[in-house]
Each structure stands twice: as structure tokens, then as C-alpha cells.
């Protein structure tokens, strides 16, 4: 019998800013403007040179959606040397790949403008569909519009933006909700064929949020929209959960085959309070399961030439290396 193989991508976790426009009634990564909202450059750059020692080999850029549009965000960011945040970004994924890090960002909704911006600079990117269901959760937040995210993941398809999204449950959304997330996704899919995975992520009640008392859902239900996401998707679209926010090893049996990004050097700052599982450990829990590293940027897109002149050479290198088992 072949033998089953689960992956995942050893990196780096970048917050540029926690400032956002969005106010979800579960997060605790958005804080307001003020004093060091801004990552500075020179922490970023150690970041990245430190991960690359560490042997990563994604830098995740994660920041607040639309920060801009928060009062007085616009100085803080001038005091970095940049016009923007995703000018900021632009150039820190530069300073990545040279550093030998292969940028993926996520930033929340962008238009296709600013897509086709980040795009030369970035391995993949991605945005969490969450849902296509009107949830409470989400009433103080714009850019959680189901057709505004569903856009945003149409217009990446358009210029050839290898792509992560997903769902997220437990957030007041129905199964019926979950299914129809997962035919936007996969309709999405068959018409661009850029989506590398979804990631299949549990709600996690925070403390001071309007949703700390809301129950988490449970493992058997877990399962349940795993294994539905296994029927609805294509059979190219890896499905994926974190494994510091659920048991990877029990869900791994119900259908996931890939365990997304874990750092040996950074926090989850969306999920501070779940550290990151060992990666051997992890290993040795899967049993006769293989874990197999992998880049941001699955080989079927590096193939199809899905790379741009600037991050092609060390793409290339990486994923020699990768092959040859050098990583």
C-alpha cells in the first residue's frame, strides 16, 4: 500500500502592522493606532535573516486590512521611509528574497491593482474566505463582505497568483453556509486553476472578545467539513488545518494532507496563546504518515512558469535543494 504523505512549510511569521479597519468579533490581532503599530525595518530584517539560519524558507507578511484607512496611520507608516503599508511590504519582501526567503502575503482584501503590485515579489499569496454567510461576526467589518473576498481571490486567479484561502468555523455560520463556501472555491478553481490549498481552520474563542463565550466546534464536526471539503474540492486543491490550533494528527485521518506554515522562530500572532508544534514531534506523532517540507509555491506553478524574473532564481534553488533533500 503507498505510503501517505502530509506537508508543510517551515517559515517565518511577519505582522508589518496590527492596525486594521476591520473590527471581528473574534480577533485579537487588530490593536489601535499608536506607538510601534508598525513592525520596524530593522526587526523585520533580523527576522528574516534569523529564519533564514533557522532553515525557512517562506516569510509570511501578515497585516491589518486597509490600515490607511484608520486615523493617523498614515504618519506612522511616512516614519518608516514609505508612502504605504503595501509599499512597505513591497520592499520587505525584497529584502526576503535576498535573504533567501520566499515571500507569501496575506494583507487582507487588495484590488486587482494592488495584486498585480505585489505579485513580482511575492512566491504565493492568500486570503481567507472565511465565509460566504451574513454572520454577526463580521457586521463591523467591510472587508469581510463575502463579495468583496470573493473578488479579491478571483482577480489573484486573473493574473496567475498562486493562491491560499479557506474557511472558518464556528463563527455563526450553518453547514448549508460551509457548502457554498466551498463551491465558490471550487468554482473559482476550475476557472483559473490557481488555488494551491484551503485551509480548513476552527474558531478559537479570545478573552475580551464579543466571542469569548462562544463555544469552539467539536472535533467530530471537524471532521465531518474536512471530509466534506474532500467531495467538493478537486483532488489538486491540498487541504489543510493548523496544527497548533487542532489535533493535525487525528484530522490528518480524516482527509488533510497538509499542515500549512510552522516556525521554529516566531509566534502565531493571530493565535498567540497556541504555540507551534515541534516538527519532529509532530513527525513522530503521524505515525506511519510521511511529513515532507515543501516551498509557499507548490511545483505544479513553479512549472507552469507561475514565477517571476526576480524570485525565479531562487525558486529554482530552493526547490533543487527540496528535491536533493538538502533543506
Known sequence: ????????????????????????????????????CIMAPEEATDVLARGAMAGCTEALFTFGEKPESEPGFSTYIHETGYDSILEYCHALCRVSIGAGLLPHTNAGVLDYDDLAYLKPVNASMGLMLETTADVPAHHNSPGKLPEARIETIENAGKLKIPFTTGLLLGIGETMEDREESLVVIRDLHRKYDHIQEVIIQNFCPKPGTPMAREPPITFDEFCVVIRFAREILPDDIAIQVAPNLADAPALVRCGVDDLGGISPLTIDHVNPEHPWPEVENLR?????????????????YIHRGWVSGELKPLVNRLQAKLESGRL
Open 284 to 300: 513522530n506523532s503521524l505515525g506511519d504518515v510521511v511529513l515532507e517540507e515543501r516551498l509557499c509555491i507548490y511545483p505544479k
Open 1 to 36: 500500500m503507498p505510503t501517505r504523505t502530509v506537508t508543510f512549510s517551515k517559515n517565518v511569521f511577519l505582522p508589518l502592522t496590527t492596525v486594521c479597519r476591520n473590527r471581528c468579533g473574534y480577533c485579537i490581532f487588530r490593536t489601535p493606532v499608536g506607538d510601534h
